[in-house]
């Protein structure tokens, strides 16, 4: 079956500091990928995707690129701010189990001032 | 685009009562999911339908919990009777079955507590 593992927290940086989430996957199929953010007290907002190997999704200053040699999908930035604190999912796609998501569990990052 | 709606937003209710959480998906989109988030077990897929059919129920916790979808544009999560081990925040999304990379939008999810 499809299965998510992403790096447990917390993570606490600093402000402007890099941060790199560790997200790894194994899908029967051909998967698409996904990082979702939850702030406190929200539901989940996709944060960006990824459709197919080599595909780089982007957004807010986050990136990861989908990599099917290594099964991974790793969430990176350059320079967080305080705002970014909030829970990170990875989560996969795939279109023969029906748009089921497959969730990670989650990683808490926590940006200090 | 109004997002996917839920109702109510927190709900406080005591065991042994029925418990009703409601969806309205975003238009459009004709897959439908709920699932439930704690503390101790993350996020859960409780069960999703497509096209108002339920498509995948194995995440449902027992028979107490039990979930309708009469429409495209509602769906009912009930729990009857409720204890407080379901207390949870409960979440709805939804997203269109073919096309696209099937994301999902979630809606802001119901909080609920069980005394």
């Known amino acids: 079956g499809n299965s998510v593992t992403q790096m447990e927290g917390p993570v606490t940086l600093s402000e402007e500091a890099f941060l790199t989430i560790n997200c790894t996957y194994t899908a029967t199929g051909y998967p698409s990928l996904f990082w979702y953010v939850q702030y406190p007290g929200e539901g989940l907002q996709l944060l960006l995707k990824a459709t197919k190997a080599d595909d780089k999704g982007s957004n807010k200053g986050f990136e990861a690129t989908y990599r099917k040699e290594t099964t991974s999908f790793h969430l990176e930035k350059g320079s967080v701010q305080v705002s970014d604190s909030a829970v990170y999912f990875c989560?996969?796609?795939?279109?023969?189990?029906?748009?089921?998501?497959?969730f990670g569990g989650g990683t808490r990052v926590l940006v200090k001032p | 685009d109004a997002g996917v709606i839920q109702s109510p937003r927190h709900e406080v209710t005591e065991m042994g009562q029925e418990v009703t959480l409601r969806c309205k998906p975003i238009?459009?989109?004709?897959?439908l999911f709920w699932y439930r988030q704690t503390m101790m077990r993350g996020l859960e897929l409780l069960i999703y339908f497509n096209n108002n059919v339920p498509i995948d129920d194995s995440g449902m916790p027992e028979d107490r919990f039990s979930a309708k979808m009469p429409n495209a544009s509602f769906s009912t999560l009930k729990i009857q009777p409720s204890e407080p081990r379901d207390s949870a925040v409960y979440f709805c999304?939804?997203?269109?079955?073919?096309?696209?990379?099937?994301?999902?939008?979630f809606g802001p999810g119901t909080r609920l507590t069980v005394l």
């Open positions: 238009s459009g989109h004709n897959s």
């Open positions: 989560a996969l796609s795939d279109k023969a189990a029906g748009n089921k998501l497959t």
């Open positions: 999304a939804s997203s269109k079955q073919w096309g696209g990379s099937n994301e999902q939008f």
